[in-house]
């Protein structure tokens, strides 16, 4: 009987041994790969964030550049009135 016929059970075949190390590694690179997801996810996220900030920031300064340009106006013609008046009633009436 030829030598390669005879089945050899102490020694492992090279397939089953790389199928044996990609089983043991195989969790292992799958948390890694999951890890490195979740953290461009959280980067992506506080980018998006800091960017909601600050156009938050940018829109409330220009509401009160508004306001404050519509309560100056509005004072400003009260004002003028009030001058107005003030100086009319200054004057002598001609009686």
């Known amino acids: ?23 043991r590694w195989l969790p292992l690179l799958a948390l890694a790969a999951l890890l490195l ?5 959280g980067a992506l996220a506080w980018r998006q964030y800091e ?8 829109d409330a300064r ?4 508004v306001a404050a340009t519509i ?5 400003r013609g009260e004002i003028g009135t009030l001058d107005s008046m003030a100086q009319a009633s200054a004057s002598p009436s001609p009686a």
């Open 71 to 75: 309560f100056d106006s509005i004072f």
């Open 1 to 23: 009987m030829p030598k390669f016929d005879i089945p050899d059970n102490r020694t492992a075949r090279a397939d089953e041994v790389q199928s044996a190390s990609l089983r």
């Open 51 to 58: 960017d909601a900030q600050s156009t938050d920031l940018k």
């Open 37 to 41: 997801f979740a953290a461009v996810c």
């Open 62 to 65: 220009a509401k009160a550049v």
